[in-house]
Structure formats: C-alpha cells, structure tokens
C-alpha cells in the first residue's frame, strides 16, 4: 500500500488539493496549538493548521507526500515537522497533542485497532480528536476513497474504536458532496467525528 501511495504522489498536483479539508476548516479549535495530523499525505490539513498559527506535526508512511507537505508549507510561508512512520507501528508520546486530526485516514483493521488507543492515550487531558472519514456507503458512490469495505469505516466500529476511553463522542453520518483535487470528487458518503479525552 505504502508504493501506491507513493506512486499517487508522484503526480506533480495535489492529490486531494491544496485546500484544508471543510469538516476540519469548520471547527474553531483554539489558538496556539499543538496539533499532529496522522495520515496526512501532501499535508493540506496540516499546512492550513501552521498557517493559523498551531504547532504542527504530520505523519505518514509515504515519503513522497511528505515532501510535498514540505514544498506546500515553504509555498505558503510556515513550517511543519514531518515524521515518517507507518502508523500500524508508531507508537505515540503521552499526554502531548492538543489535539489530533485524522482526514481520511483509511487503514486495514488491524492498524485501525493499534492507533486509536495510541491517539487516545497521546492525547492531552482535554485534548480533542477531530476526523472525517469515508462510511462503507461510500462503495456505492464511488467519487473517492477506498474500493474496500474493511478500508472503510462505520459508526458502530468507530463507536468501538473510540468507546471507553474517549468522552463527548460524536459520530455524524453525513451526506455531502466532497470536492477535494484530482480523487475526491462528488456526492459522498462520510462519518465526521469529534471526541475529546
Ligand atoms: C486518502 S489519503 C489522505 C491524506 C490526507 N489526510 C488528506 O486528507 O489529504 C490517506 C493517507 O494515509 C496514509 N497511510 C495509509 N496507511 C498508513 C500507515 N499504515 N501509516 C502511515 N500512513 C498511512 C497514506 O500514505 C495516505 O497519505
């Protein structure tokens, strides 16, 4: 998987646009923050973070998406740290992010089940999650995302994942047209989610 994604950003555009992602473009989260982005690809998310001022860290596996997170926030005057890592390994420090934002990040179970403990227990007291991610619906769209339901999520496995530890959890399943670069384009089906340790 990681040379598939290396591959898709190896195109000289955007894979999923320059652009922050809506849900996370609509969330007021403060000022002055610590924020990780995991799975954060060519860094839109992240970069759009640094650029209203947050301390921002990006992770992910494919090497090639993280230099174009580093051209992208060079292009738009700020800094990001990168860190490369498979998050189906990583394991997160304790108590330092304030929060944690996760846009479409799709993984195959069992690296689902080791990072969202990891997320939880990196978060701060009080530190938030903040992710929108495609539902298993999606596979009847097809305008983005995985081809594949294990990929993919729902609200009840997203309800396991986060049940127990993380409090003030909302799930919306939501139907909206996603228009982000070249492979996210159209009437989609997706799980927007908020949680805060
Ligand atoms: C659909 S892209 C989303 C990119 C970015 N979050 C965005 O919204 O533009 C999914 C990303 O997950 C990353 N990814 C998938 N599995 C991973 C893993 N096990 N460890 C780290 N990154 C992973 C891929 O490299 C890819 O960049």
């Known amino acids: 998987m990681k040379a598939f994604w290396n591959e898709r950003y190896a195109e000289t555009a955007y894979a999923y646009g320059q652009e922050a992602n809506d849900f996370l473009k609509a969330q007021q989260?403060?000022?002055?923050?610590?924020?990780?982005?995991l799975a954060e690809g060519e860094g839109r998310n992240g970069v759009y973070l640094a650029k209203l001022g947050h301390d921002v860290t990006c992770v992910d596996y494919a090497e090639l998406g993280l230099q174009k997170t580093q051209l992208l926030a060079a292009q738009n005057g700020v800094e990001v740290a990168c860190v490369c890592a498979d998050l189906g390994e990583?394991?997160?420090?304790a108590n330092t992010w304030d929060v944690v934002v996760a846009i479409f990040a799709h993984f195959p179970k069992p690296v689902k089940s080791h990072i969202w403990p990891e997320i939880y227990t990196a978060l701060k007291p009080g530190g938030k999650l903040i992710m929108e991610v495609y539902?298993?619906?999606q596979l009847r769209f097809g305008t983005g995302g995985p081809q594949h339901a294990d990929l993919l999520y729902s609200q009840?496995?997203?309800?396991?994942l986060l049940v127990g530890d993380f409090k003030n959890i909302?799930?919306?399943k939501v139907y909206r047209e996603?228009?982000?670069?070249?492979?996210h384009n159209g009437a989609s089906a997706t799980l927007q989610v908020i949680a805060s340790k």
Request: include cysteine; hydrophobic fraction near 30%; aromatic fraction near 4%.
């Open 29 to 37: 989260i403060g000022s002055d923050l610590k924020v990780l982005c």
């Open 170 to 172: 909302q799930i919306e």
């Open 178 to 183: 996603v228009h982000e670069g070249t492979y």
């Open 156 to 160: 009840e496995e997203l309800q396991d």
């Open 135 to 137: 539902d298993q619906e």
């Open 90 to 93: 990583m394991q997160l420090e």
